[in-house]
C-alpha cells in the first residue's frame, strides 16, 4: 500500500512512524558545526547532538580529514588474528582516559552490539572461572540497552519488547527503575530519594540466589526512556551489593561516555567503577559506526587461561576495529583533548540547567529533569491521545522554528552539543517555548 509519497516506499525507517512521516517528510541533506540542512535549503539547529552522538558537531574538520586519509590508506583490514595500526592506538588512546584498572578494550559497531558484547563476556568469565552456574542476567525496568536480543531481554522499555517477549532470552529478571516524579518532579540533578531502591537487587539475590547471577546492567543515567538520574548514592550501593555476591557490574555509557556528564565517563562522575563498560556514539563523533567494550583487567586475565594458540572468546565481528571507524574514533579523542571538549561540557551544565526549568510553570508540564548535559522536559498526556503533543512538538519545531527536537512520546530529550554556544542555546529554549504555548 502507497505511502502517499512512492518515492520513499522503499525505505523502512527505523523507530519512525513509517506511514506518518512519509505524507510529510523531514529530509535532511547537509549538516556543518551545530545545524542540519534541509532538503529545502533551510538551517536546523540540532538540539540533540545527532542521537546523542555528535558533541563536538557535525563534520568537525579534522576528524573529516582523518576519515578521508584513512579511507585512501587503507580501507579494510579483518580483525581476526591479524589487525591494523589503528585499532591498536585506539584501543589504548581509550583505556588510557577509562577509570583506573579498566584496561581491555575490545571493538565493536554499535551499542546495541556492545551490550550483546558485554553480556557474552561476562557469562564467559564466571564459566572460565568455574561458576558456570553464574547465568542469570539482571535488567532495569525502563532499561535501554539496544535492539538485539541480549539487549532487548535485559531492557526494560515496554513496547521494545512486547512484540518479541516469547523469544526473549531466558534467565533475565529486572529490578525497578529510580522514576518517582511523586517524590522527585522538578528536582535539579540527581534526586536525593531513592537509593534504597538498590536494595532491590538483594530481592532478587535471595528470590535466585546471588551466586547464580552473572551480571547487572545499568545505564549510568537512564536516556531513551526520558532522562532518569539516579539517586544520590544509589549507583554506589548498587556496586556494595553487587561486591558482596560477586557479581559483575555492567555500566551502559552508549549515552554517558566522552563528556556527556563533562566526565570521560559517567563512572567518573559518581565515583564508582564497573567491570565492564560499554560505549559507542561518542567514540567516534557519529561519523563511522563503531562501539567499544571496556574491561577491567580481571576479566580479561580470566579468559588468558590454557593454551597460548587457542582463541580465548568466540566473538567478533566482520567490522570489529575497522581502520577508518578507528581513525575516526583517534581524531574525535583528539579534539576532545586538544579543544578541552569535557570541560566545555561541564562549564555549560548549570546553564542548561536553568533554561530547562524555566520550562517548570508552562501549564502542559509535569515534570524537568536532568543530570550533565542531559535533560527532559516531560508534558501531561492527552487524555484520549497520549503521545500527541511531544509528536506535534517535534513537528512544529522542525516546520516552524527550524529545530530539530526528539521526543519520547510526551516527553522532549534534550542532548546539547559538549561544545554549545550559550547564545543558541537560549534561542533554541526560546523557540520549543513557542511552540508549546501554541499546544492545545
Not at 581509550?94 to 571493538?107: K, L, N, R, S
Not at 554506589?236 to 553487587?242: Q, S, V
Not at 562549564?347 to 515534570?367: N, P, Q, R
Request: with cysteine.
Amino acid at each position: 500500500m502507497s505511502s502517499g509519497n512512492d518515492k520513499l516506499d522503499a525505505y523502512w525507517m527505523p523507530f519512525t512512524a513509517n506511514r506518518d512521516f512519509k505524507m510529510n517528510p523531514r529530509v535532511i541533506t547537509g549538516a556543518s558545526g551545530h545545524y542540519y540542512t534541509s532538503q529545502d535549503g533551510s538551517k536546523l539547529y540540532d538540539t540533540f547532538s545527532g542521537l546523542w552522538t555528535s558533541g563536538v558537531g557535525h563534520c568537525h574538520p579534522k576528524i573529516v580529514e582523518a576519515v578521508q586519509k584513512q579511507v585512501a590508506e587503507l580501507d579494510y583490514c579483518m580483525t581476526f588474528q591479524v589487525t591494523n595500526n589503528k585499532a591498536i592506538e585506539l584501543a589504548e588512546k581509550v583505556t588510557g582516559i577509562a577509570p583506573e584498572g579498566i584496561d581491555h578494550c575490545f571493538f565493536t559497531n554499535s551499542g546495541s552490539e556492545s551490550v550483546d558484547t558485554a553480556l557474552k563476556i561476562a557469562l564467559g568469565y564466571h564459566r572460565a572461572r568455574g561458576e558456570g552456574n553464574r547465568t542469570r542476567l539482571i535488567g532495569r525496568e525502563r532499561g535501554y540497552h539496544g535492539v538485539n536480543f541480549g539487549g532487548m531481554s535485559v531492557g526494560g522499555i515496554v513496547p521494545n519488547r512486547k512484540v518479541f517477549s516469547a523469544n526473549l532470552i531466558p534467565g533475565v529478571d529486572h529490578i525497578r527503575h529510580t522514576h518517582d516524579i511523586k517524590r522527585s518532579a522538578f528536582t535539579r540533578g540527581l534526586p536525593e530519594q531513592g537509593a534504597e531502591l538498590a536494595d532491590d537487587l538483594e530481592r532478587l539475590c535471595a528470590l535466585h540466589d546471588g551466586s547464580n547471577i552473572a551480571a547487572v546492567i545499568v545505564e549510568p543515567v537512564a536516556g531513551s526512556t526520558g532522562i532518569l538520574p539516579p539517586p544520590v548514592a544509589y549507583l554506589k550501593r548498587l556496586r556494595e551489593i553487587c561486591d558482596q555476591h560477586g557479581i559483575l557490574l555492567i555500566f551502559d555509557e552508549v549515552i554517558t561516555a566522552f563528556g556527556r556528564l563533562g566526565t570521560a565517563f559517567a563512572a567518573d562522575r559518581f565515583d564508582v567503577t564497573p567491570d565492564i563498560i560499554t560505549t559507542a556514539k561518542g567514540l567516534t563523533n557519529g561519523v563511522i559506526p563503531m562501539g567499544a567494550v571496556l574491561v577491567r583487567d580481571s576479566v580479561y586475565d580470566a579468559f588468558m587461561q590454557g593454551p597460548e594458540n587457542m582463541i580465548e572468546l568466540f566473538h567478533g565481528y566482520t567490522y570489529s576495529g575497522h581502520p577508518v571507524a578507528a581513525a575516526a574514533g583517534l581524531a574525535t579523542m583528539q579534539v576532545y583533548e586538544d579543544e578541552g571538549i569535557f570541560e566545555q561540557a561541564n562549564g555549560l551544565e548549570m546553564h542548561f540547567e536553568d533554561l530547562l526549568h524555566s520550562f517548570a510553570d508552562h501549564k502542559h508540564v509535569i515534570d524537568v529533569r536532568n543530570f550533565g548535559l542531559m535533560g527532559a522536559i516531560e508534558m501531561a498526556p492527552r487524555d484520549d491521545a497520549p503521545g500527541a503533543r511531544g509528536g506535534e512538538t517535534h513537528k512544529k519545531c522542525f516546520w516552524d522554528e527550524n529545530h530539530i527536537v526528539r521526543n519520547g512520546m510526551d516527553t522532549l530529550q534534550l542532548s546539547p552539543f559538549l561544545n554549545s554556544d550559550p547564545d543558541e542555546m537560549e534561542q533554541s529554549f526560546n523557540a520549543i517555548r513557542r511552540v508549546l504555548d501554541t499546544l492545545e
